[in-house]
């Protein structure tokens, strides 16, 4: 018998198959057909057989917030990523497992500027929302960071990714050509900032991103 956790991951891995058919530019609009050179690489990666996506309630016994402590905190979650290609990330999206406001921000690993930020609305749990944003250019191999807050939704959680069973090498980086996802990163935190945690064997949140090559 399937757990409720279970059903949930099992549930948003099927909606993330259906992201090739449909995507939520805003919450008022109708979904619409994605274009076929728009590249989602967390989404593309959570479809493959070997992936596992489990709910975790930020703060439980089992699970401890990012930084230690009992009570739930505010988190930031997201991961780094380079393109081998230049263009433009056209959408940015959430795909958590409950509903509510994520503050979603764009930043340059060297610098750590904050070249974008909005907030999303996922409107349903356990389904992904995406959103249509100004394109921002990309350089070609230069790092970034694209990460989504949680501090505005009252019931905090995550997807924990992982390998369903060991492997001889990490979770990370893998590649959604042209794009490479370098490290997860997390941060407890009450405001959106740059999460400085670096994992390579798990990936928290979860955020995505849209991608066009020129």
């Known amino acids: ?9 099992h549930l948003l891995l099927m909606s993330f198959c259906l992201l090739g058919l ?11 057909p994605i274009p076929a050179n728009e590249v989602r690489p967390i989404a593309q990666f959570l479809t493959k057989s070997i992936i596992s996506v489990t709910k975790v309630d930020l703060g439980s016994s089992s ?3 990012p930084d230690g402590g009992g009570a739930p905190k505010s988190s930031e979650f997201g991961f780094a990523f380079s393109s081998s290609a230049s263009g433009r ?23 750590g500027t904050r070249l974008f930020q909005t907030n999303v609305n996922q409107t349903q749990a356990d389904q992904p929302t995406y959103l249509s944003i100004p394109p921002l250019a990309l350089e070609v191999s230069k790092q970034y960071v694209i990460s989504a807050n949680n501090h505005l939704v009252t019931n905090k959680s995550y997807n924990l ?16 050509s042209p794009i490479t996802v370098i490290e997860s990163r997390s941060q407890a935190s009450e405001t959106p900032v740059l999460p400085k945690s670096v994992s390579t064997n798990s990936m928290f949140g979860c955020v995505d991103l849209g991608f066009v090559a020129d």
């Open 1 to 9: 018998m399937k757990t409720p956790a279970s059903r949930s991951a």
């Open 22 to 32: 449909a995507a939520c530019q805003s919450d008022d609009e109708a979904p619409v």
């Open 161 to 176: 990714v992982r390998f369903k069973t060991t492997q001889t090498s990490p979770l990370l980086p893998f590649t959604e």
């Open 63 to 65: 699970n401890p917030n």
């Open 89 to 111: 990330v056209t959408k940015v999206g959430v795909l958590y497992p409950q509903l509510g406001q994520y503050v979603v921000s764009i930043w340059d690993l060297a610098t």
